[in-house]
Every structure is written in C-alpha cells, then in structure tokens.
C-alpha cells in the first residue's frame, strides 16, 4: 500500500535551517510529484510547492521561493523540504503529499506531518 | 495567490444535509475542472474526499458529493454522521504550476 513516511519532530532557533524527508513506499517514486504543505497551530493548509521526483523540476509559492528548497532521493525513494532562515511564525506542521502526473491535480496520499517548532 | 474563501463554521443533526462552498477566481475554482476536497480530523493528516470537483476516490461513502458553478465549488454531505464532524479544506490548481487552498471550514454534527 502507498505509504508516505515523514521524519520526526524538530525544534530550531530563529535563522536557522529545517530539513524534513518524506520516505515513499507502495509505488513508483519517479512516477508522481511530491508537494509540500504546511499547517500552523490553529490554522489552515498553506501550499508550499512542489517537485517533479522524476526529474527532479521545482516550483514553489511565490511566498516561499527564496527560503525553500525541495530535492528528492530517488535511490532510495525520499523527498525532502528544506526551509531556511526560520522565523517564529514558521512554526507548523509540515505535511508532504503525493500527486500524480499530467492533468492531476488533487493530493492521493498524505505523510503523516513533521511538527516543526521555532524558538529562541 | 490569495487563499479560497470558505465560510468557517458549517452545522446540521445527524441525517440531515450540509453544504459548504468553496469560492475563488476564473483563475483558480472557475478556470479548471480540478477543486477537490479534503476532511480533517484533530491531529490528523488531511484525507482526500473529493477530487476533479466531482469524483470520489474508492472508500469514501457517496454521502459526499461535489460540484461546482462558475467560480464557487460546493462540498455537501447527506445523511450527517457523527464522524463526519471535521475540518473541510478545498484545494485548486491556480494555473502557473501553482496550487491554493482554502482557508477551512468546521463541520460541526449537532
């Protein structure tokens, strides 16, 4: 069964660096995109972007374009998020989610959310 | 892009019908066929409900049905249950590669 399994908790000072991974099982890595989607505390789903697991292509929200980089791991089936200079308000729960190729659009299988906490 | 609109709270006792709406853009809700829908239990991952506005992944009951007109998508369930009580997110394609979401609304079964 498809599986999205994502690494555990982290806390970080402001300025620095998160990396999460979102490890794939169940299907064809390179087949599908990976997207990334945040959830602060008490609120709603905010888009991060997205990337191509095949060819390795990105796109991010313009929000997030000079602080977020996403890469993934194909040998071993695993896409990263990695956000930069940390602020107190990038404090949320960061979800990966698989979606499909061509005209797909909507978000099949979910990781099971990274709690990302920034404090000084 | 700015989020969808979503209205925050929707209600109604079980075995009744609730519908929350989902409204954005031609540049987003109403240029593609592609709003879906996503139910959110307390500290769960979001669950996939509703996708291409009105196709329904295998499991979900056909209580749940979308649709959509003009720029306003709609999620509505029928026969309330308690288990439906959750957080309904909507999602777009935005065009540009990009996608939105809405900002949620909370079901809540009286």
């Known amino acids: 069964q498809v599986q999205l399994v994502q690494s555990g908790a982290e806390v970080k000072k402001p300025g620095a660096s998160v990396r999460v991974s979102c490890k794939a099982s169940?299907?064809?890595?390179?087949?599908?995109?990976v997207h990334w989607v945040r959830q602060a505390p008490g609120q709603g789903l905010q888009w991060l972007g997205w990337s191509n697991c095949n060819t390795g292509a990105t796109n991010y929200a313009l929000k997030f374009q000079d602080r977020v980089t996403m890469t993934s791991d194909t040998s071993i089936s695993t896409a990263y998020m990695e956000l930069s200079r940390l602020r107190s308000d990038d404090t949320a729960v960061y979800y990966c989610a698989r979606v499909g190729g061509g005209y797909t659009y909507h978000f099949d299988y979910w990781g099971q959310g990274t709690l990302v906490t920034v404090y000084s | 892009q700015s989020a969808l609109t979503q209205p925050p709270s929707a209600s109604g006792f079980p075995g009744q019908s609730v519908t929350v709406s989902c409204t954005g853009t031609s540049s987003d809700v109403g240029g593609y066929n592609s709003v879906s829908w996503y139910q959110q239990h307390p500290g769960k991952a979001p669950k996939l409900m509703i996708y291409e506005v009105i196709k329904r992944p295998s499991g979900v009951p056909d209580r749940f049905s979308g649709s959509k007109s003009g720029n306003t998508a709609s999620l509505t369930v029928s026969g309330l249950q308690a288990e439906d009580e959750a957080d309904y997110y909507c999602s777009s394609y935005a065009g540009r590669n990009d996608w939105v979401f809405g900002g949620g609304t909370k079901l809540i079964v009286l």
């Open positions: 169940g299907y064809t890595f390179t087949g599908y995109y």
